[in-house]
Nanobody
Framework: QVQLVESGGGLVQAGGSLRPSCAASGRSFDNYIMGWFRQAPGKEREFVAAISRGGSRTIYADSVQGRFTISRDNAKNTVYLQMNSLKPEDTADYYC?????????????????WGQGTQVTVSS
């Protein structure tokens, strides 16, 4: 089992940057595919980005492609989401998640463990 704790959200103006991180505790962090999801008020949770266990492969939602970068440091049991050129529509609670699958998935049910979320607000 793995426990996930996000941090690094906040309030930023449009065009700015944030870098939330997600620290994992428990065993064998590098056995998990890691993902970021977000949920805006009144909307369903949506996929943002995911990274393979070794970090060599990444997948992004079309809405963040070219602006967000997911990375991981397995020595620190941490996954990051560098968010640049932020837009007001990026405002949401951001959640990291861990998957025991061997293939990267973009749907929430494919992920086994979730953090509590960190809030990101982008003002116009």
């Amino acid at each position: 089992q793995v426990q996930l704790v996000e941090s690094g959200g906040g309030l930023v103006q449009a065009g700015g940057s944030l870098r939330p991180s997600c620290a994992a505790s428990g065993r064998s962090f590098d056995n998990y595919i890691m993902g970021w999801f977000r949920q805006a008020p009144g909307k369903e949770r949506e996929f943002v980005a995911a990274i393979s266990r070794g970090g060599s492969r990444t997948i992004y939602a079309d809405s963040v492609q070219g602006r967000f970068t997911i990375s991981r440091d397995n020595a620190k049991n941490t996954v990051y989401l560098q968010m640049n050129s932020l837009k007001p529509e990026d405002t949401a609670d951001y959640y990291c998640a861990a998957s025991r699958n061997i293939v990267i998935r973009t749907t929430a049910p494919a992920y086994d463990y979730w953090g509590q979320g960190t809030q990101v607000t982008v003002s116009s």
